[in-house]
Structure formats: structure tokens, C-alpha cells
């Protein structure tokens, strides 16, 4: 089975700044099979991106995702107000889906 | 535009059961698999079960397996979670959502905005 972790836990940044979110898997992975979702307090997951770098529908293009084998990377360029948040990546595989645990971005 | 809404949380003993719902609409059923996903209080994202479009294939996580049943019916818009034996642990908020499945990858592309389950004595 395979694992995801993400770090940091937390990043404190202010708005205007760039985010950079890592998330690694346990072993080597398609990034076809990588996602990203956004939670805001309160709300329902939503999708940012998939195939470790496509931007969803509705996806401000200052979210962008990249990486490949075990290690992904989703960034934000410059940080707006309502993007401060829980961010989760996840990967399907064996007719499953797997989580990681989370970045949240704060306000510095 | 697509549209989810759960329904049937609320509040169950350990061992009882609770069957939720998910009306979606925006969409031809048939076209998408259906997955639901949970959330306990305060912690991540766990994926729980997911359908066919047409109810052929469905796998659930270890977690639930043998305790959850997922179904669906097209004539009626509607994805159903059947949950039996609860355990405390299996309190959260339930989500469901259309899974786009392509080429042998699927993704949770649109949420509803969950029902909350507890369980507790």
C-alpha cells in the first residue's frame, strides 16, 4: 500500500507570497494518478488539480502542480486571501483512492 | 451545472445502522462512478467506497469493507450508503462525489457539502 505524506504541516506565509506544498509517496507513482484538492473551513473539498499538473476547471492559474516518481509539488505564486486553506494531495490506484494528510496555509 | 446533496446523517448508537443519500443532478448518472469519502472531526480526508455507473464494480476501504454497502439508482439521480455495525469511529462527515474515471484514473471532481454522522451512546 502505498503512502503519502506532505509537509510542511503548517505554513505561515502572508498574502502576495508564494507557497510551495510537497507531498511524497511511499514508492514510485504515475503522476497521471495525482491529485489535489483545496478545503476551506467549513466546506466540501474541491478539486485543483489532476494528473499532477492539470489545472481543474476554475483553477486560478496561479496554482500549478508539478513532480514526478515519489515526489510532487504544488505551488502557489502569490498567495490571495481566500486561498489561505487545507491542502490534501491524493493518488488512485488498485481501485482505490489514498489521501495525505494535509498542508494547511495560514496567515502569517 | 453539477449538483450533489447528501442527506440521512444524524446521530446513531454503536452497533445501530444509518443509510445516506446523495441526489446529483447536472449530470446523466450512468456516465460516472460515485465514490464517498469521509472526515472526522478535525482530521483528513478518507476515502470509503466507490460505484460504477452502471452498479457492476464497487470497492470500499479496508475500514468499512463488510460493514458498508454503496448502491445507486440512475432513475432517481441517487447514490446511497448502506451502514451497518457502526462504530464510534466511523463518526465524521460523509461526502460524496462524482468520480471521473479516464483511461484508468479516475479523480473526485465535484463534492457535495457532506452530512454529518455520530456515533455514540
Not at chain 1, 511511499?26 to 484538492?37: F, P
Not at chain 1, 483545496?38 to 496554482?63: E, M, N, V
Not at chain 2, 479523480?107 to 455514540?120: A, E, I
Request: glycine share 10%; charged share 15%.
Amino acid at each position: 500500500e502505498i503512502v503519502l505524506t506532505q509537509s510542511p504541516g503548517t505554513l505561515s506565509l502572508s498574502p502576495g507570497e508564494r507557497a510551495t506544498l510537497s507531498c511524497r509517496a511511499s514508492q514510485s507513482v504515475s503522476s497521471t494518478y495525482l491529485a489535489w484538492y483545496q478545503q476551506k473551513p467549513g466546506q466540501a473539498p474541491r478539486l485543483l488539480i489532476s494528473g499532477a499538473s492539470s489545472r481543474a476547471t476554475g483553477t486560478p492559474d496561479r496554482f500549478s502542480g508539478s513532480g514526478s516518481g515519489t515526489d510532487f509539488t504544488l505551488t502557489i505564486s502569490r498567495l490571495e486571501p481566500e486561498d489561505f486553506a487545507v491542502y490534501y494531495c491524493q493518488l488512485y490506484g488498485d481501485s482505490r483512492f489514498t489521501f495525505g494528510p494535509g498542508t494547511k496555509v495560514d496567515i502569517k | 451545472q453539477v449538483q450533489l446533496v447528501e442527506s440521512g446523517g444524524g446521530l446513531v448508537k454503536p452497533g445501530g445502522s444509518l443509510r445516506l443519500s446523495c441526489e446529483a443532478s447536472g449530470f446523466r448518472p450512468i456516465d460516472s462512478y460515485m465514490s464517498w469519502i469521509r472526515q472526522a472531526p478535525g482530521k483528513g480526508l478518507e476515502w470509503i467506497s466507490y460505484i460504477s455507473g452502471t452498479s457492476h464494480y464497487a470497492n470500499y476501504a479496508d475500514s468499512v469493507r463488510g460493514r458498508f454497502t454503496i448502491s445507486r439508482d440512475n432513475a432517481k439521480s441517487s447514490l446511497y450508503l448502506q451502514m451497518n455495525s457502526l462504530r464510534a469511529e466511523d463518526s465524521a462527515v460523509y461526502y460524496c462525489a462524482r468520480t471521473a474515471c479516464s483511461g484508468g484514473n479516475c479523480k473526485l471532481d465535484y463534492w457535495g457539502q457532506g452530512t454529518l454522522v455520530t456515533v455514540s451512546s
